[in-house]
């Protein structure tokens, strides 16, 4: 599985949701159900300048099935979201709704 660079997880916090993100860290995440992994990877983790409610925010990808490319991920550091294992989680819930 190809990764992105940091610099398109960058793009996409900004694109989606505003301000200026800086890297901090990259955080390894073994996201498990039941003891099965649901999702494994790296969540980077910028802070976010000029956001109005958020100053960190988690972004990562994902490949998207059947397909050669990949889905950006960027959560903000807001309400329950306060870290990066806590950011996957809310994005496959949001995912798992939608289906």
């Known amino acids: 599985m190809s990764e992105v660079s940091t ?24 996201e498990r159900h039941d003891g099965k992994a649901v999702w ?17 925010a988690y972004a990562w990808s994902s490949p998207i099935e059947g397909s050669t490319k990949r889905r950006f991920f960027a959560v903000l550091h807001i309400g329950g979201i306060t ?7 809310a994005a496959i819930v949001v995912e798992a709704k939608q289906k």
């Open 40 to 56: 494994q990877g790296i969540v980077h983790v910028f802070d976010l300048a000029g956001h109005p409610k958020a100053k960190r």
């Open 7 to 30: 610099t398109e997880l960058k793009r996409a916090v900004e694109a989606q949701h505003g301000g200026t993100a800086t890297l901090v860290q990259s955080v390894p995440v073994d």
């Open 83 to 89: 870290g990066p294992a806590k950011a996957v989680r």
